[in-house]
């Protein structure tokens, strides 16, 4: 046992002490996946302002929040701004923090409702009845092939699985930071160092 874990270590130390110059990638990614979903959400919230407004406040077809005026322009522009903060990794830490709290929002107004899956299980018996259905119909009245040419049809569960991820990745970037050589964080960090 002793000599097995003497080869493992040994390569593990010559491996991943190497991978330490590089662990700006995974801040980078992070931050590059997210910027995609954060702006599209946010100037879609921004460009139909009223009728985000109208969602959050309405009680009965929306989310009924308090304040639904001061919170669409909040969740829009934190979601935009944020997005562009985060392709330049710049106050990385301080904007995961509003960020992470629409995911909250996010997860427990919108989404809790539907349970975990952001698609629905097509092998569930009720959900593969109505896909088929759904795809019978299309057969026989659309033009499925091209309907389909970008991809199959699924149901939307709309369950907290997408907001939980991104707040996960929130999360992590709370901790890691922009990254390493990777963020305009990481060079205003050198430029001016943090003092005692």
Not at 52 to 64: A, K, M, Q, S, V
Request: charged share 15%.
């Amino acid at each position: 046992m002793n000599a097995l874990a003497t080869w493992y270590y040994s390569i593990h130390n010559a491996i991943f002490p190497r991978l330490q110059y590089l662990d700006g990638l995974a801040p980078l990614a992070i931050r590059l996946y997210l910027v995609p979903v954060f702006w599209m959400a946010g100037t879609k919230k921004i460009a139909g302002i009223d009728n985000t407004i109208e969602w959050f406040g309405n009680p009965d077809w929306g989310l009924g929040l308090p304040f639904p005026e001061l919170l669409a322009y909040l969740a829009a522009y934190t979601e935009a701004i944020g997005a562009l903060l985060l392709l330049l990794g710049l106050a990385t830490r301080w904007i995961s923090v509003p960020l992470m709290v629409t995911m909250l929002v996010a997860i427990f107004a919108v989404h809790w409702g539907q349970g975990w899956a952001a698609i629905a299980d097509s092998s569930a018996q009720e959900v593969a009845v109505r896909l088929g259905t759904a795809k019978e119909l299309l057969r026989e009245h659309g033009n499925y092939s091209w309907l389909t040419e970008k991809g199959n049809f699924v149901i939307l569960n709309n369950g907290i699985e997408f907001a939980v991820t991104y707040l996960l990745m929130l999360f992590t970037l709370l901790f890691s930071g922009g990254g390493r050589f990777t963020s305009v964080d990481y060079y205003l960090s050198r430029l001016w160092p943090a003092r005692p």
